[in-house]
């Protein structure tokens, strides 16, 4: 079928997590880097990869397939050698491990997605920060915080989703999903995620799973989080803030 080709940007979450998934599994695959802030997704040579102009995309074969849940299926069922944790032929957990992901991107996804923009990456894209959209999308990431901890990791310690003892392709999303409030205020990222023990010890327990790949995907986070500190620090200093000169998309 050809080498798999992985179109990505390692500022967008679900790209990071196709990009793991791969290095950890051992799979041949030629990285395309598509740089958001510059516009690439807009191109026409991306456009004809991924009309909806997205992230992440591949090409395999003939195959060309967006939407970073339905490519992580893809390749935990089309490439040989990977390890039945990561999608499970066995039926039962495979539906549990569906149905996590389906409440992944209208709960954790929106609430987190949200709640990062409207606090702190919003003039590192153009836009103006919007304190009162901020505060509803808090009130979604808490309550899909809440249910992380009392429900999809309320097993008999597990120490991952539906109480597997390994990780599963819905582990590895999600946890590049909440890698994304790291850019916060680190109290702020505190005051969010401190209350949930169980959330802390899984988003570990799967860094660790799949270490180094997840620090070396991670890194261009650390950089940009390692910026916003300071500008931060500077925004202490002077008393100005840094947000009002950043006028256009940034290249963080």
Request: hydrophobic share 40%.
């Amino acid at each position: 079928m050809g080498k798999l080709k992985v179109y990505a940007d390692r500022m967008s979450q679900p790209s990071r997590a196709v990009l793991i998934f791969c290095r950890v599994n051992g799979i041949d695959f030629e990285e395309i880097k598509v740089d958001i802030s510059k516009g690439h997704h807009l191109t026409p040579d991306f456009t004809e990869v991924n009309p909806l102009q997205k992230v992440p995309a591949i090409v395999h074969g003939n195959l060309k397939l967006s939407e970073s849940h339905a490519i992580l299926l893809y390749l935990a069922s089309a490439f040989t050698g990977i390890a039945d944790h990561w999608y499970p032929t066995e039926l039962s957990r495979r539906a549990q491990i569906n149905s996590v992901m389906d409440w992944h991107h209208s709960n954790l996804r929106n609430g987190a997605v949200n709640y990062v923009i409207h606090t702190t990456l919003a003039p590192a894209l153009g836009r103006q920060l919007n304190p009162k959209a901020a505060i509803e999308a808090e009130k979604v990431l808490l309550s899909s915080l809440k249910a992380l901890e009392d429900f999809w990791l309320n097993g008999d310690d597990g120490g991952f989703l539906c109480d597997n003892t390994q990780p599963s392709v819905a582990d590895l999303s999600m946890v590049c999903e909440l890698m994304q409030l790291e850019v916060l205020d680190e109290r702020d990222r505190s005051r969010i995620l401190s209350p949930y023990k169980k959330v802390l010890q899984w988003i570990e327990n799967t860094r660790t799973a799949t270490n180094p790949h997840f620090e070396e995907v991670h890194n261009i986070l650390y950089r940009v989080k390692k910026k916003f500190e300071q500008q931060r620090a500077r925004t202490a200093e002077t008393g100005t803030d840094p947000s009002n000169r950043m006028g256009g998309p940034s290249k963080i």
